[in-house]
């Protein structure tokens, strides 16, 4: 884009010189008809981007813009989805806290929280401490699936699948609990934030309603 396209000129029926001499002696007409032609070329690019060349190259550039930007919107909202998990499974309760928006909320068995202060206290309120995070020792962790992120400019949604596994006594892996998240976004400042976040259990199926909604 923004590059003129430049014209290959061939004297069609023309015959292929035969000597040294011949073919120099057309070497300044080739190029005076080379330069004739990309004049030409420029002058009709510049004639019309002055008209409606250039309204239509102006939408093809702000369309273009726009799918980048959604690219980027989703590449963004994806990363956040897997942070969550990261900081969840560290137990980072710190940089948890700091993926939702000022006003986002977080609901499940604790109760509900709003802002990232009142969600960290929270939750070392509710969990406490957790030893600092040792890879050799996992004991479980969140797998996020079959995500699905809808834009809608500042603001966004998603629904995706967790499942939680954990290490049994005899080192095996097995899943223990799966569900669905079901996700509000707003961009807050630059970057996107969870202005509300549900994860309701399917499996098994939850006994109370608080449970139901419990954010793993």
């Not at 400042?189 to 509300?196: A, E, T, V």
Request: one cysteine or more; glycine letters at 8%.
């Amino acid at each position: 884009m923004g590059l003129l396209p430049v014209a290959r000129c061939r004297c069609l029926g023309a015959p292929e010189p035969t000597t040294r001499t011949s073919r120099a002696s057309s070497w300044p007409t080739v190029l005076f008809l080379g330069a004739v032609t990309v004049w030409v070329s420029g002058s009709c690019y510049a004639a019309g981007a002055d008209g409606a060349a250039s309204s239509a190259l102006e939408a093809r550039v702000h369309q273009l813009e726009k799918r980048l930007q959604r690219l980027e919107d989703t590449d963004a909202i994806r990363d956040l989805l897997i942070e969550y998990g990261q900081r969840l499974d560290t137990g980072d309760w710190v940089g948890y806290s700091q993926l939702f928006a000022q006003k986002g909320t977080w609901t499940g068995s604790f109760g509900t929280a709003t802002g990232p202060t009142e969600i960290l206290a929270m939750l070392r309120k509710s969990l406490g401490s957790m030893p600092a995070y040792d890879p050799a020792k996992v004991r479980s962790f969140h797998l996020m699936t079959n995500c699905v992120i809808h834009l809608d400019g500042d603001r966004a949604t998603a629904t995706s699948r967790w499942t939680n596994f954990g290490r049994t006594d005899d080192n095996r892996l097995v899943p223990r609990l799966a569900g669905r998240y079901e996700d509000v976004f707003v961009r807050e400042n630059g970057k996107w934030k969870f202005l509300s976040r549900l994860a309701p259990r399917d499996i098994p199926n939850p006994e109370t309603p608080a449970e139901a909604g419990k954010a793993p």
